[in-house]
């Protein structure tokens, strides 16, 4: 029975919408018109984010940890090469790698100089020689003008990737050799001048073949460990994991024996991460306004509404609707103003929030792009209805609370 008298009343506030379409209209404009400014705030919020993030990876290194080994330590104000230093390898990489799991991208790297002699060459040359891992192309952010980075399956070949001025100064390519410490390396990718780091005479060799090519060094020269970090809010969580990892590797003096450091100053990371929870609590201050809007329009509506029908609600309260009869009337009745609107307020937020990315990718050229998950939009679902139901509770109260007698006389 109380089943039947909830369907009875949702019954009763639907027709009504339908009995006064322009007013239901009306209304439900407002709502569209909020959750369609929120689901487009949020999606190019989304997407402002992310081309925030990308530019930050692209041209800083913010992202990277690094773990340098203290080769050196400061008595009396003199700096003294250490006798014992941790030297990381491979299986250090592996290790960290495991530890961290998808959020970074582990590598490690020595760089060092080497005599470069070329065919044809009788001036002598130099180049600056990093021996790495594959991953740290990531970190050079490399793009290529000819060939590629070399493999896991290539640690073991003498090979090299050089920069774009190598390439020029001593006129090789792909398929070239040149010599590096006097053994010949064959030339399998020349940077693009725009790859970060990699400018120069500057030749980038597989891990393994760096005592092959470097010249020896009076000062201790070891492995960096360097850890990308996929995104920049995840930078204190796996600064705390590497952090962790190095003290197992090396014990509880693990301080005396390495550095664990971000790439960029630590205050340009807190700037990057504030700047981007400013951006998105102002852009959400826009869309909830728009929705307060959107809310303020159903409970005008469903007061007029009340004034309009305040004999037929006493008449059904003769006949012996309840309170909560007539309040869940008017519930539904804003609920299905406010889901409504829901649905088309999606569509119409999400068709803007393109619309607009690909305006501002044509006029300044960013790749600035909408983000789309469902989770906006639920989130902007629930908002909606929750709108409904706190501008719809008012009116509801009001015509549940209006007195039988003094309704049905109402004119």
């Known amino acids: 029975m109380e089943r039947a008298v909830i369907v009875s009343s949702c019954r009763v506030g639907i027709e009504s919408l339908r009995g006064n379409p322009l007013r239901s209209v009306l209304s439900t404009l407002g709502v569209i018109f909020g959750v369609a400014?929120?689901?487009?705030?949020?999606?190019?919020?989304d997407g402002a984010e992310q081309f925030a993030r990308d530019?930050?990876?692209?041209?800083?290194?913010?992202?990277?940890?690094?773990?340098?080994?203290?080769?050196?330590e400061t008595i009396d104000g003199v700096r003294v090469p250490r006798a014992v230093y941790p030297v990381f390898s491979l299986a250090d990489v592996r290790s960290l790698a495991a530890a961290l799991g998808p959020r970074a991208l582990v590598s490690a790297s020595v760089s060092g100089s080497a005599r470069l002699e070329t065919t044809g060459d009788t001036a002598p040359r130099a180049a600056v020689v990093m021996a790495a891992t594959p991953g740290v192309a990531e970190r050079l952010r490399a793009s290529y003008t000819a060939g590629s980075?070399?493999?896991?399956?290539?640690?073991?070949r003498r090979?090299?990737?050089?920069?774009?001025?190598?390439?020029?100064?001593?006129?090789?390519?792909?398929?070239?050799?040149?010599?590096?410490?006097?053994?010949?390396?064959?030339?399998?990718?020349?940077?693009s001048p725009k790859t970060t780091a990699a400018g120069g005479n500057m030749a980038v060799i597989p891990f393994l073949m760096a005592d092959s090519a470097m010249a020896p060094s009076p000062a201790p020269r070891a492995p960096q460990l360097l850890v990308r970090v996929q995104d920049v809010a995840d930078i204190d969580a796996v600064k705390a994991a590497v952090t962790r990892w190095t003290e197992?590797?090396?014990?509880?003096?693990?301080?005396?024996?390495?550095?664990?450091?971000?790439?960029g100053p630590q205050l340009r990371i807190d700037q990057a991460r504030q700047g981007i929870l400013i951006f998105k609590?102002?852009?959400?201050?826009?869309?909830?306004?728009?929705?307060?809007?959107?809310?303020?329009?159903?409970?005008?509506?469903?007061?007029?509404?009340?004034?309009?029908?305040?004999?037929?609600?006493?008449?059904?309260?003769?006949?012996?609707?309840?309170?909560?009869?007539?309040?869940?009337?008017?519930?539904?009745?804003?609920v299905a103003?406010?889901?409504?609107?829901?649905?088309?307020?999606?569509?119409?937020?999400?068709?803007?929030?393109?619309?607009?990315?690909?305006?501002?990718?044509?006029?300044?050229?960013a790749q600035l792009h909408a983000g789309f998950t469902w989770g906006t939009v639920a989130l902007a679902a629930l908002i909606s209805v929750l709108v409904g139901l706190a501008f719809g509770t008012y009116p509801a109260l009001r015509a549940a609370r209006l007195s039988p007698i003094e309704a049905i006389r109402h004119e």
Request: aromatic fraction near 4%; proline fraction near 1%; avoid cysteine.
């Open 337 to 365: 103003i406010s889901g409504l609107g829901s649905i088309l307020g999606v569509v119409l937020g999400l068709g803007g929030a393109f619309a607009a990315t690909a305006v501002i990718r044509s006029a300044a050229g």
């Open 55 to 72: 530019q930050i990876a692209q041209t800083t290194d913010l992202q990277t940890i690094v773990v340098t080994p203290n080769t050196g």
């Open 37 to 45: 400014s929120l689901v487009s705030v949020l999606a190019i919020g």
């Open 159 to 191: 090979i090299a990737v050089v920069s774009a001025g190598l390439a020029s100064t001593a006129r090789v390519g792909v398929g070239d050799a040149i010599r590096l410490g006097g053994r010949a390396f064959e030339v399998v990718g020349v940077f």
């Open 149 to 156: 980075f070399f493999g896991e399956a290539d640690s073991t």
């Open 248 to 263: 197992s590797r090396l014990g509880p003096a693990w301080k005396d024996e390495a550095t664990v450091g971000v790439g």
């Open 281 to 334: 609590m102002v852009m959400g201050t826009f869309a909830g306004i728009s929705l307060i809007v959107g809310g303020i329009g159903i409970m005008n509506v469903l007061l007029a509404g009340v004034t309009e029908r305040t004999r037929e609600i006493g008449i059904r309260k003769a006949i012996g609707a309840r309170q909560q009869d007539i309040l869940l009337q008017f519930l539904s009745e804003s």
